[in-house]
């Protein structure tokens, strides 16, 4: 027992060494556990996926469940597989709230989430966060359309507000899109309740109990419609809460670029709203369920016998609602064309407008940074690096412009291509001096940071347009403004990086699981290892390096190229190595 109290204290020791570096610990006997749901929102009788990762070590081999709501409370065990994963599916007849909590192996760790369970009457309350996240986006965009259109002679404004008149139109056929959804659940709502009423009692563990004759079929339909217009309403809210910021300055060159932003949102549209896109594919489905009978059995001896005439008529018309939908779907799909719902405003102000007014210089970063933790004898016991990709963009306002002092705003947008990691905690220090070689410590990596294999900001190479919009969807992304003075004279440019609008988010880092074991006895704990952000370590390059030369063609076309290195801490505990390449030159 002694000697199980001092492999705690050690693991403890182990967490609290890192815990500086701002990783997210918890105490040595907690139990490694991750949780997440297919959907948080459901149709009675349809079923969610729950799934997640715990640590399998012997008589730890499963997590137990239990669902808390207006259906009661249900508890079950879910064995781990293997690699240490377990998956279940869960439904209920019943509405409500619902609290899913799984216990990790050892039972030390929990996590719980939150499922809504909804009839389809309440399609119309799904579809108001749609709605409200086109409405938000729309007032966002036409309010820096107006900033730019004021700063624009009568001709060019006049061409703006066309586009703008167009938008708006397109922003209606949305709303009615939405309109006909919220009609098409009540009307299904009316058909699951003549079918054969809600019933009671939870839907025994994916049962879907309570749901009518309403086949699995249509259910799974109408939860992937729920799902899509979910994560087409997360998204738009991302991307508009990504372009809330403030300009860089009050000039028409960072009004553009605030435009630009605020257009991203409705990108989500253009796969959306498509012929073939999602949510069309989604509501033809759903009327095909039910003008088939497939979804609505009883509407069979209806159509054939004249029995249940009334569960034939509601069929009829939530089959019609469909139809209407996707009609509407249709037609805005057809408006949109290929320039998509803003495309048209993007060519007019990076094409046209940006040229007319602002001078641009773009090119590309590359960064590769190490990171080295040693003991006193010189021992790695902690190493990672990454690698980042980026566009350099800067802008500068033409009338402006001096002969002794340029001033530009821009950007350093890009992502991780890689990251690796090689930790061995039992070269720790505390850890050899406390251990003595009397006890085996196993590491699983349980989370790696995930990544793009590319830069996604070089691989697009539409200016501005697609920036936020590429934010949500990039793993390890981040956007940091920059200014930059350039001094035509003397042809050197100084650039300053600001705080960054998006960096690194919470899931760049590495999670391992550690199972000590002493006088056979296993202790089980995590460990989170942080990783340093981009920000952090490109402005600590920029800064040590920022003199720029620039390079004045024939034709005046100005460019710059530099390589840069920044290494702290040789010889010591901790070593940073940071080696840089930035390239730019005019558009």
Not at 26 to 38: A, E, H, K, V, W
Not at 410 to 434: C, H, L, P, R
Request: net charge positive; proline share 3%; charged share 20%.
């Amino acid at each position: 027992m002694q000697h199980s109290r001092r492999i705690k204290i050690v693991l403890s020791v182990v967490i609290l060494h890192l815990s500086f570096l701002r990783g997210e610990c918890q105490g040595p006997d907690s139990g490694y556990l991750s949780l997440s749901l297919s959907a948080t929102r459901i149709v009675t009788g349809s079923l969610v996926t729950i799934s997640g990762m715990s640590i399998k070590f012997g008589a730890m081999k499963d997590v137990e469940m239990t669902v808390k709501g207006n259906a009661g409370t249900e508890t079950k065990t879910i064995p781990l597989t293997d690699s240490g994963h377990f998956k279940t599916t869960w439904g209920t007849g019943m509405a409500g709230e619902y609290q899913i909590t799984v216990r990790s192996s050892n039972r030390k760790s929990s996590q719980t989430a939150t499922i809504k369970v909804f009839r389809l009457m309440a399609m119309d309350s799904v579809v108001q966060r749609n709605r409200d996240a086109t409405n938000k986006a729309y007032d966002q965009l036409k309010q820096w359309l107006g900033e730019v259109k004021a700063k624009l002679g009568p001709t060019d404004a006049g061409e703006l507000q066309k586009k703008t008149d167009d938008l708006t139109k397109k922003k209606d056929i949305v709303l009615t899109i939405f309109n006909d959804l919220g009609n098409l659940g009540k009307s299904l709502d009316n058909l699951q309740k003549a079918q054969g009423g809600l019933g009671g009692g939870n839907g025994g563990g994916g049962t879907g109990g309570g749901t009518g004759n309403i086949s699995p079929q249509l259910t799974s339909d109408l939860t992937k419609l729920t799902d899509d217009l979910s994560g087409e309403a997360q998204s738009m809210e991302t991307l508009t809460e990504a372009a809330s910021h403030k300009p860089y300055d009050n000039t028409i060159c960072e009004y553009l670029q605030m435009l630009s932003e605020a257009c991203a949102a409705f990108s989500t549209f253009s796969n959306f709203f498509e012929p073939t896109g999602i949510l069309k594919a989604s509501v033809v489905a759903i009327g095909k369920d039910v003008a088939i009978d497939k979804g609505v059995p009883a509407a069979v001896g209806a159509a054939t016998s004249g029995v249940n005439g009334t569960v034939s008529d509601m069929a009829k018309e939530a089959a019609k609602f469909s139809t209407s939908t996707a009609t509407d779907i249709e037609s805005l799909s057809k408006t949109m064309g290929k320039a998509g719902f803003t495309g048209d405003i993007i060519t007019m102000c990076t094409s046209y407008i940006m040229s007319k007014y602002c001078g641009m210089l773009s090119g590309q970063m590359n960064e590769d940074y190490k990171c080295i933790f040693t003991n006193a004898n010189k021992q790695v016991w902690w190493e990672y690096t990454y690698h980042n990709e980026a566009t350099v963009k800067l802008r500068y306002l033409k009338s402006a412009a001096t002969a002794s002092m340029i001033k530009m705003k821009g950007n350093i947008e890009g992502n991780a291509t890689k990251f690796t990691i090689y930790q061995k905690v039992s070269e720790m220090d505390d850890f050899k001096a406390a251990m003595k070689n009397r006890a085996r410590i196993f590491s699983i990596c349980v989370y790696a940071p995930p990544t793009a294999p590319v830069g996604t900001s070089q691989a697009d190479a539409v200016t501005g347009f697609g920036a936020v919009a590429r934010a949500i969807v990039t793993p390890a992304y981040f956007n940091i403004p920059v200014d930059a003075d350039y001094n035509p004279e003397t042809g050197q440019l100084k650039m300053y990086c600001n705080d960054a609008i998006m960096d690194y988010s919470p899931s760049v880092q590495y999670v391992y699981g550690y199972i000590c074991i002493a006088a056979m006895i296993p202790l089980t704990t995590r460990v989170n290892f942080p990783i340093n952000k981009a920000k952090l370590t490109i402005a600590k390059v920029i800064e040590k390096n920022n003199d720029f030369q620039v390079k004045v063609s024939a034709d005046n076309k100005l460019s710059f190229t530099k390589t840069a290195n920044w290494t702290n801490g040789p010889g010591g505990t901790i070593e940073h190595n940071i080696n840089m390449t930035m390239s730019a030159k005019s558009d």
